[in-house]
């Protein structure tokens, strides 16, 4: 009963969200706000932007934008306007709220946390070897017909393992139920399966390299080498799963396009250093998952789309293991390993690592998709960047990163995809939470009907 009472519901706010991403005709010109382009160039204090068929046609100085005739003038004064932002690291299509894993995977709920991740300013999301690649591909072609209601536009990459590699055991048991891996062990398997990517039309894929600490079979480097090699004789690229010194210096060397992840057990050294300063690879940190401070921490920005009874389990989980949403005290190493993230991630954007926004939402149950930007971006801001270069490392860059050249920044030409906050995040990153409204190409996303569904999912009132 309750699963008809959620679907009726999502049938009928459908309807009317689905005429809403239609594209408005008509002119609006957005005045007075502070405007964050996000190329990490000075804030407008005053601005002003025009917004015709979904895409930016003016920006500048209030004084110097004139409102066509017979726009409709949207009045932001005190407000603060950046770019949506844009993910290149989620795992989506397995949470259900009220269970996790494979029986959950439909285009409903793919698209329930593309609308989660828009709910929260993330107008692209980026779902990374765990997505199977033929529903996928369907997906993203239904979407871009304008088949569903506005949404963070879905994108995705095929992942690569070793037989019995890849994911930790809870998206592996999720994955294997769905055959998504795909499983390689050798050069000539590798280069073969890279080849029938290219033909479906993809653009990038992922590498798990990592053995989990000796409990998986490692990506040997005869096959991480031969799948960078095809990818990059494709013109594709390759995001490297990798959490260790000597593995991120291999799959760097080896000329992997994204690293994943942290080396969170050992300083950086010189040599890898100079790796970093001659490849600059892009760089998602994924810092913030699991970072207990959200719902432990009664914050309601995290716990707004959460049902009650996720909120309650998350608080009564007090077992620590990475990964999971819990609220068990810091781990004993916790300051070790700040210590640890302190010393590398400074020198590691030094050398020249694009930071990128990536926050692995969605590998366990219990993170709220969207939410973890935001604790992202504050990570950074702790560990030295500004809030200008951490806003620059969640819009352009990542756009720069998967090809939206119609993304990612306030510009002329780009899409209007723009997060309208009621605080300045130059001042204090933290108010990119302060969330007004969010708009996808020229249309507000209606944030409150999706807040009312979701609150109800597990049958609360
Ligand atoms: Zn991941």
């Not at 049938?11 to 009317?16: F, G, H, L, Q």
């Not at 932002?85 to 989506?92: G, T």
Request: proline share 6%; glycine share 8%.
């Amino acid at each position: 009963m309750k699963a008809f009472a959620y679907f009726a519901a999502v049938a009928s706010m459908t309807a009317s969200a689905y005429a809403q991403s239609r594209v408005q005709p008509q002119t609006v010109v957005y005045e007075g706000a502070r405007l964050i382009i996000g190329d990490g160039s000075a804030a407008l204090e005053n601005g002003t932007f025009v917004v015709r068929n979904g895409h930016i046609t003016a920006i500048g100085n209030s004084g110097a934008i004139r409102a066509p005739g017979g726009a409709t003038r949207v009045n932001l004064t005190g407000k603060t306007v950046m770019p949506a932002m844009i993910n290149v690291h989620v795992h989506i299509g397995y949470e259900g709220y009220t269970s996790w894993g494979a029986q959950n995977y439909t285009a409903q709920n793919v698209l329930d946390h593309l609308q989660r991740e828009a709910f929260y300013g993330t107008a692209a999301t980026l779902s990374v070897g765990s997505s199977p690649t033929d529903a996928s591909i369907q997906f993203q072609r239904d979407q871009q017909a304008g088949r569903f209601p506005a949404a963070s536009r879905f994108f995705f990459m095929p992942g690569y393992a070793p037989p019995n590699g890849g994911p930790d055991e809870v998206l592996r048991a999720a994955t294997t139920a769905l055959h998504v891996i795909n499983e390689v062990s050798t050069a000539q398997e590798a280069r073969a399966s890279v080849r029938r990517m290219h033909d479906k039309g993809i653009k990038s894929v992922k590498i798990w390299v990592d053995d989990r600490r000796g409990i998986y079979p490692k990506m040997t480097p005869e096959v991480y080498t031969a799948i960078i090699d095809e990818a990059h004789r494709h013109r594709m690229m390759v995001h490297a799963h990798a959490t260790t010194l000597p593995d991120q210096k291999a799959v760097v060397r080896a000329g992997a396009d994204v690293l994943v992840h942290l080396v969170q057990n050992e300083k950086l050294d010189d040599e890898y250093l100079a790796l970093l300063r001659e490849k600059k690879p892009y760089w998602a940190t994924v810092i913030g998952l699991g970072d207990p401070t959200a719902v432990c921490g009664h914050d309601p920005f995290f716990e707004q789309a959460l049902p009650a009874k996720v909120i309650a389990s998350i608080r009564a989980n007090l077992e620590r293991r990475p990964l999971t949403a819990n609220c068990a005290p810091p781990s004993p190493n916790a300051s070790a390993r700040e210590a640890i993230l302190a010393y590398n991630f400074p020198r590691m954007i030094e050398a020249g690592a694009r930071i990128v926004l990536g926050t692995d939402t969605g590998i366990e149950p219990g993170h709220t998709f969207g939410s973890g930007e935001h604790v992202e971006l504050a990570r950074w801001v702790q560990l030295g960047l500004t809030p200008s270069q951490a806003i620059t490392a969640a819009t352009k860059r990542p756009a720069e990163l998967m090809g939206l050249a119609d993304t990612g920044t306030l510009a002329v030409g780009k899409r209007a995809d723009f997060i309208v906050l009621d605080a300045n995040p130059l001042e204090n990153i933290l108010n990119t939470r302060r969330i007004s409204s969010v708009y996808l190409n020229g249309v507000e996303f209606d944030r409150a009907a999706l807040l009312t569904l979701w609150k109800r999912a597990d049958g609360s009132p």
